[in-house]
């Protein structure tokens, strides 16, 4: 199997650091917005997924995944259920992890899954990150920060190995009914991941257009399915109760 020597890598406490203080210097940028009640929730779903392949404010290859859902659960039910499963060590799909609590907030994880692409190929990605919880005016607010090393046997092309930051924003917000700024039963789950390739080359970028970016996606996929059919199954859960 293509990728099953590599094992687990465990991060030294100075990369948590190193994430952490991303996380807290991402927040201080997003908290005049977060705190800024009036700002309008929309009532329509959207996904966009945007690959920047030219120089500007981004990095040439940079990719950004962003979606907002409203959500039939209370605000504190959906940022439960998504700590929770940080608590517990991450999502099912990751064949091998390592959690720390850092603080109250702040979660660290060492993990390892394996990604199968439509071709039979596989790609492992080794990943260090970092989570915390934040409270804001407008809800609670999940920060993530990332490193990855992915690393494939590939009929066609051989093996590589390609490192990517990875950067996320949850944000959890009652929908007010009517202009109302009360608790409600429906809420939007705003989410912003960004992967940002260590390697700007021709080369690395169509590796990561034809590699990366779709396994990256079917993650990032999986992983929202999972958090809605965890909330479906305590609602359920309660209502049988």
């Known amino acids: 199997e293509p ?8 991060a030294s406490p100075s990369v948590f650091d190193m994430l952490e203080e991303r ?3 991402r927040f201080r940028e997003l908290e005049a917005s977060l705190n800024d009640t009036s700002q309008h929730v929309s009532s329509v779903d959207t996904e966009l997924i945007q690959v920047y392949n030219k120089n500007g404010d981004r990095n040439m290859g940079t990719v950004e995944f962003k979606r907002a859902q409203l959500l039939p659960f209370q605000e504190t039910a959906i940022s439960g259920i998504i700590w929770s499963i940080v608590e517990m060590g991450g999502f099912p799909d990751g064949h091998d992890s390592r959690i720390i609590r850092r603080s109250e907030d ?3 994880m060492d993990s390892r899954l394996t ?3 439509d071709n039979g190929d596989s790609v492992s990605m080794n990943t260090h990150s970092v989570m915390k919880r934040f409270l804001t005016a407008t809800g609670t607010v999940l920060l993530l920060e990332s490193n990855s090393d992915w690393t494939a ?12 930051d990875e950067g996320g924003c949850f944000v959890i917000r009652s929908y007010g009914i009517n202009g109302s700024r009360d608790p409600s039963d429906i809420s939007q789950l705003h989410s912003e ?8 080359s021709e080369n690395a970028r169509r590796t990561v257009n034809d590699v990366v970016i779709p396994s ?4 990032v996929e999986s992983r929202h399915q999972f958090v809605e059919n965890a909330l479906f199954d305590c609602l359920r859960t309660t209502r049988v109760a």
């Open 153 to 164: 046997d590939l009929e066609d092309s051989g093996s590589w190995v390609q490192t990517t």
């Open 216 to 219: 990256f996606r079917e993650i």
């Open 106 to 108: 702040v979660y660290a």
């Open 115 to 117: 990604v199968c692409l």
């Open 193 to 200: 991941l960004t992967l940002r390739p260590s390697d700007p």
């Open 3 to 10: 990728g099953a020597g590599y094992q687990l890598r465990l």
């Open 23 to 25: 996380v807290n210097t």
